[in-house]
């Protein structure tokens, strides 16, 4: 059977394993049965998440026009302390940027490759740790809104990393670390502003990805460039696909990708 949508990146339930689908207009697929067999995904064509066009995608599953222009892009998205909804000022469009960054937000500590610092609307926990392929996390600090948030880890940066290394996470060459000892740690470097949001008694989270062999020299796939690719699934981690040839898809950053899907 064959599968045609365009790529957003995939949903996820928190059980053990981890349950990932990939959602397309009229369907949808639950990856994990499709772990051990071999699959070909087909590069159609593009269609931008917000304007629908066959427009080759600039970043984030946008055109380069949408992306320049929708607040689902600004630079906020990315760097949380320039938001400025509770000024009451607009960036790009404050009715949406109030309903996004006024709501509770959380600073956390996830170790996928290393323990890094990172920052998520508090309706999006675990999903956002699944998606970076985090092993363990803790909650830090919930505070009312992104700005205070995003000057929060913009403090602990200093301190901790905010940085990824996908290849580490996608061999599964971690450590096990002590997260309530590292948030105790970071404590006092938490802004004034923020202090009295610390959460204090919270335990970490564990997460199970489902992986039958984790990758060597795990290699980006390049679908727009290849095409056209076949291998077996072995496993899946974070968004990326991990093939038994040690290729690696990552779903989210080719979000906006129209791509044919079957069993072969």
């Not at 699959?39 to 066009?53: A, H, K, M, S």
């Not at 996830?110 to 998520?120: D, E, L």
């Not at 948030?149 to 971690?174: C, F, P, Q, Y």
């Not at 000892?181 to 008694?201: G, Q, T, V």
Request: charged letters at 25%; one cysteine or more.
């Amino acid at each position: 059977m064959t599968y045609q949508g365009v790529l957003t990146k995939m949903e996820t339930e928190f059980l053990e394993p981890i349950q990932y689908y990939l959602v397309f207009e009229n369907d949808f697929i639950n990856i994990n049965q499709l772990l051990n067999k071999t699959i070909e995904i087909e590069f159609v064509g593009y269609q931008c998440l917000n304007c629908g066009l066959n427009k080759p995608i600039y970043r984030q599953g946008f055109c380069k026009s949408c992306f320049f222009d929708i607040p689902q892009a600004a630079d906020w998205i990315m760097r949380p302390e320039l938001s400025t909804a509770h000024l009451d000022k607009e960036d790009r469009d404050l009715e949406y940027e109030k309903k996004v960054q006024l709501q509770p937000h959380i600073v956390y500590l996830a170790n996928s490759s290393n323990v890094k610092v990172g920052v998520t609307r508090k309706s999006q926990v675990p999903t956002r740790w699944i998606d970076q392929g985090a092993h363990e996390a803790i909650e830090i600090v919930e505070v009312p809104n992104r700005y205070l948030a995003g000057i929060t880890e913009v403090a602990l940066k200093d301190h901790v990393s905010d940085k990824t290394n996908w290849r580490t996470m996608l061999k599964n060459d971690i450590q096990d670390e002590n997260l309530v000892e590292w948030r105790e740690r970071l404590k006092d470097y938490i802004p004034e502003e923020a202090s009295d949001y610390y959460i204090a008694n919270n335990t970490e989270t564990n997460l199970n990805f489902p992986v039958e062999k984790y990758p060597e020299k795990p290699k980006s796939l390049n679908l727009e460039k290849a095409k056209i690719y076949n291998g077996k699934l072995v496993g899946i981690k974070g968004q990326y696909l991990i093939f038994e040839d040690q290729s690696v898809f990552n779903i989210r950053s080719n979000e906006g990708l129209v791509v044919n899907i079957k069993v072969v």
